[in-house]
T-cell receptor, first 115, second 109 residues
Framework: NAGVTQTPKFQVLKTGQSMTLQCAQD?????MYWYRQDPGMGLRLIYY???????DKGEVPNGYNVSRLNKREFSLRLESAAPSQTSVYFC??????????????FGPGTRLLVL | EDQVTQSPEALRLQEGESSSLNCSYT??????LFWYRQDPGKGPEFLFT???AGEEKEKERLKATLTKKESFLHITAPKPEDSATYLC??????????FGKGTKLTVNP
């Protein structure tokens, strides 16, 4: 039981390049989230998926796209990377009982540097 | 709009010197308040969930309490290994968690 896994762990991109961050969870949870974490800004929600086949924008969605491939996998794509997207990206999946989140499990993060 | 404010931003303690971290929140219909610990270069690690005012939870040297406006994370006789950033988050009516910016705790031996 690995919980939430993310790949890659670290990536360097040039401005304008594209890449996809991968996330998978083995806890059979319905919801999955993508956050970015920047110094002094805390964790900010980029996109989320409440169930397989659905996705919604969070607080900072511009410049990103997502795909909920199946119940286990939720990917985040940067179509044309910009230096402002340099950040640490976390995938998370909550254990929910009805509308209540009991806890939210996080992956180890992907550190992205855009030059 | 749900908001979470954590204070102080940074706290430096001597080993054994007890203290508290504060998490103030405004939320429409609190469903849960969460505390996480985050070590450098790692993802947040779950500590506690509190659901209603008056609730308290403990784990080793940590104790979390909740009122209608704020939560405290009390650290009793801290050790250097308690050094980390502590994050607070709330779940309101929107069902998504809103995070504070965190308190960076340093415990010196």
């Amino acid at each position: 039981n690995a919980g939430v896994t993310q790949t890659p762990k670290f990536q360097v991109l040039k401005t304008g390049q594209s890449m996809t961050l991968q996330c998978a969870q083995d806890m059979n949870h319905n919801s999955m989230y993508w956050y970015r974490q920047d110094p002094g800004m805390g964790l900010r929600l980029i996109y989320y998926s409440a169930s397989e086949g659905t996705t919604d924008k969070g607080e900072v969605p511009n410049g990103y796209n997502v795909s909920r491939l199946n119940k286990r996998e939720f990917s985040l794509r940067l179509e044309s990377a910009a230096p402002s997207q340099t950040s640490v990206y976390f995938c998370a999946s909550p254990y929910e009982i009805g509308v209540y989140v009991e806890t939210q499990y996080f992956g180890p993060g992907t550190r992205l540097l855009v030059l | 709009e749900d908001q979470v404010t954590q204070s102080p931003e940074a706290l430096r303690l001597q080993e054994g010197e007890s203290s508290s971290l504060n998490c103030s929140y405004t939320v429409s219909g609190l469903r849960g308040l969460f505390w996480y610990r985050q070590d450098p270069g790692k993802g947040p690690e779950f500590l506690f969930t509190l659901y209603s005012a008056g609730e308290e939870k403990e784990k080793e040297r940590l104790k979390a309490t909740l009122t209608k406006k704020e939560s405290f994370l009390h650290i009793t006789a801290p050790k250097p290994e308690d050094s980390a950033t502590y994050l607070c988050a709330v779940q309101g009516g929107s069902e998504k968690l809103v995070f504070g910016k965190g308190t960076k705790l340093t415990v010196n031996p």
